[in-house]
């Protein structure tokens, strides 16, 4: 692995009565260069169009492969994330969120917090992911 994590778990054990498959940590030290990335979400970064309002899914895949961009552009990877915050506008959307969110995280095991708040910048914005990496040494 690249960092040390400390005490990874599977939400899958964590959270039983939810139906969810996600590699976190409680904590991790890591090593390199800091890449802290802005709240991220389903939005084209080029035309700053919201995409795929009204699908939660959706809208999760597009923030992941923009955080997945972003952290590619400044020199590293999906695996060299620490730490990621989830922002949902509504507790119903975690499952999905967390189930899409998974996918792109598998193995990785970052520290993460998740925060229902009443709105995002945007109305059509379901979720923001904010994402703390490093450019390994």
């Given amino acids: 692995m ?3 994590r400390i005490r990874p ?3 899958k054990e964590t959270y039983p009565e ?3 498959d996600n590699d976190l940590s409680q904590g991790v030290v890591a090593k390199g260069t800091m890449v802290f ?7 084209d970064l080029d035309t700053r169009e919201s995409l795929h309002v009204g699908d939660v899914t959706k809208q999760t895949a597009k923030t992941m492969a923009n955080i997945q961009m972003l952290l ?9 994330v620490c730490r990621i915050v989830v922002y949902l506008t509504d507790i119903r959307y975690r499952e999905e969120v967390y189930q899409e969110m998974g996918k792109w995280l598998k193995g990785v095991h970052p520290c993460s917090t998740g925060l229902v708040v009443p709105a995002l910048a945007r109305p059509e914005w379901v979720v923001e992911i904010e994402v703390t990496a490093v450019i390994p040494d």
């Fill in 72 to 80: 590619e552009e400044a020199g590293t990877t999906m695996e060299a």
């Fill in 18 to 20: 939810q139906n969810l």
């Fill in 37 to 43: 990335l802005r709240g991220q979400v389903s939005q």
């Fill in 9 to 11: 778990f599977n939400t």
């Fill in 2 to 4: 690249l960092h040390k």
